[in-house]
């Protein structure tokens, strides 16, 4: 499959794997390269040095092309990108910040930058700086999100844009694929359907929370921080909206949420940490390889694609 996001990743398939923090390590990352998409390892939560045996960490595992996902908020944010200069990272992806002022040094490096967006004015702005590409995010992705669903983003931003767009948000199986190539998409960021396969390292408690979702089990917490973050409904949540239904300052919601993220991705409570997870959670019911999970969406792509050229030939 040859797509403008293809070609400029040097990728079989137009299918990244969105950088979560605490969950996007060696394995996961190097497993989706290998299956023909691009594996991104989540840096949220790490040191420089500890990036850097991630990113080594990786290419003893594939010699495929990976990326790092940059949250530009990370208080060690200085020495990621300072490591992913030294270890030449092919592809980098930020969030939580604009990345204007990487693009030009990282675009002198070979570093392809790829930036994840939430509205159509940020596009714009990127676009000018030089990016090659942009993700689309909508509201229905899990952990830090806007305001605009998926549905309504992306079209708006393939219609603002010259560069390739990435659509992202809600996104788990070969129809949702479809849906975003047909807004105009040419590539597809999953995150949530990626954490519940074999080689995540993720804790098994919260690949199970998961898997037990339904449509309606995500809330959006932190709204009055001006940070919203999207994770399954538990008794952290439901701290956080007593504590925003009752006006508390800002510092402690904030406050509540400190290493949350960590609590249920690496030590496994999935009722006092936070199980960051898109709302496309409710599709997902089953644990495989990630080879698979690639198998399957191609081939439920091109299907249902053929399948509407049926409803055109009718």
């Known amino acids: ?23 996007a390590t060696a394995p996961l990352v190097a497993a989706v390269s290998e299956a023909g998409g691009l594996g991104i390892i989540g840096s949220g939560g790490m040191t420089g040095e500890e990036l850097r045996e991630e990113i080594r960490r990786v290419r003893s595992l594939t010699d495929r092309p990976f990326g790092v996902n940059l949250m530009l908020l990370s208080p060690h944010i200085e020495d990621q990108v300072r490591v992913v200069r030294e270890e030449r990272v092919p592809v980098v992806t930020t969030g939580a910040g604009n990345p204007g002022p990487l693009v030009e040094e990282f ?47 992306v079209p708006q931003v393939v219609d603002a844009v010259r560069v390739p767009v990435i659509a992202a948000g809600g996104i788990g199986d070969g129809r949702g694929m479809a849906a975003c190539f047909a807004l105009g998409a040419e590539g597809v960021q999953l995150g949530t359907r990626f954490i519940c396969t074999e080689e995540c390292e993720v804790h098994p408690a919260y690949k199970e929370a998961i898997l037990k979702a339904h449509d309606r089990s995500t809330v959006v917490t932190g709204l009055s921080t001006g940070h919203p973050v999207r994770c399954l409904r538990n008794r952290l949540t439901r701290k956080f909206e007593e504590l925003e239904f009752s006006g508390a300052p800002r510092e402690v919601v904030e ?34 390889p990630v080879r698979k999970v690639i198998e399957d969406i191609m081939q439920e792509f091109w299907a249902t694609l053929e399948r509407l050229k049926r409803v055109g030939d009718s």
Do not use: F
């Open 1 to 23: 499959m040859r797509t403008r996001v293809t070609e400029l990743l040097g990728i079989q398939y137009p299918i990244l794997q969105g950088g979560m923090a605490w969950v």
């Open 107 to 153: 675009a002198r490096l070979g570093i392809i930058l790829i930036p994840v967006v939430a509205s159509v004015a940020l596009a714009r702005r990127l676009e000018r700086y030089g990016v090659q590409a942009i993700i689309a995010e909508g509201n229905e992705s899990g952990g830090h999100v806007g305001e605009i669903s998926t549905l309504c983003l």
């Open 255 to 288: 406050a509540l949420g400190v290493g949350k993220l960590r609590e249920a991705a690496v030590c496994g409570n999935v009722e006092e940490g936070s199980v960051m997870c898109g709302q496309v959670a409710g599709l997902i019911r089953d644990l495989k």
